[in-house]
């Protein structure tokens, strides 16, 4: 059975860049019918859907992060990963990573257990 | 970009139905996601009414229109989370989760 694995640091400072990666396991991040995400969920507050990323490399991103998100696929790897720069407060949150199908219209049928980063100095 | 308005909150004893509404869908396909307290979102419904496997018939969805419903029958106390619409937006290309809506058995 599929599953994702986020890892990344805890604590990001101020104006630095987060980076956070997904391992894929039991599974080929390869496969055409699926594309892959990151979620975000702020304290206390809803889902936010941050950006996909396809196996071949592009990408698609959400408007409101868009200057200061990219995403990168490690084929090999089997992974994917996140950096969002130039961070602030309110980039605090629980980040998910997701997968979603084209068995499912597009849903998010797989998700990550999330990580939590705090920005703080 | 798309904006997903659901209640913020809805309330109905054990055993009985509750609906969750989310407007704004436009023709785009709508998910529905299930959030228990300190987990990963869990999907519960895709394409409108399609209930992957595993997911009990308790749950089902529906569409009209540009609003969305989710009904959940023969309420649980294990049903007490957070319920998200969900919908890709191909005009767009970006995914939008709804509002969130808090179901509370009474």
């Known amino acids: 059975q599929l599953q994702l694995h986020e890892s990344g640091p805890g604590l990001v400072r101020p104006w630095e860049t987060l980076s956070l990666t997904c391992r894929v396991s039991?599974?080929?991040?390869?496969?055409?019918?699926?594309?892959w995400g990151w979620v975000r969920q702020p304290p206390g507050k809803g889902l936010e859907w941050i950006a996909n990323?396809?196996?071949?490399?592009?990408?698609e991103l959400n408007p409101s992060l868009r200057r200061r998100v990219s995403m990168s696929v490690d084929t090999p790897k089997n992974h994917f990963s996140l950096n969002l720069t130039s961070v602030t407060a309110a980039d605090t949150a629980v980040y998910y990573c997701?997968?979603?199908?084209?068995?499912?219209?597009?849903?998010?049928?797989?998700w990550g257990r999330g990580t939590t980063v705090t920005v703080s100095s | 970009q798309s904006v997903l308005t659901q209640p913020p909150a809805v309330s109905a004893a054990p055993g009985q139905k509750v609906t969750i509404a989310c407007s704004g869908t436009?023709?785009?396909?709508v998910s529905w996601y299930q959030q228990l307290p300190k987990t990963a979102p869990k999907l519960l419904i895709y394409?409108?009414?399609k209930r992957p496997s595993g997911i009990p018939d308790r749950f089902s969805g529906s569409k009209s229109g540009t609003s969305a419903t989710l009904g959940i029958t023969g309420l649980q106390t294990g049903d007490e989370a957070e319920y998200y619409c969900?919908?890709?937006?191909?005009?767009?290309?970006?995914?939008?989760f709804g509002t969130g809506t808090i179901l509370t058995l009474l």
């Open positions: 436009e023709n785009n396909y």
């Open positions: 997701a997968r979603h199908s084209n068995y499912f219209f597009s849903a998010v049928d797989v």
């Open positions: 394409q409108n009414d």
């Open positions: 039991g599974g080929s991040i390869s496969n055409n019918v699926y594309f």
């Open positions: 969900g919908t890709w937006d191909s005009s767009l290309n970006t995914y939008v």
């Open positions: 990323i396809y196996y071949n490399g592009k990408t």
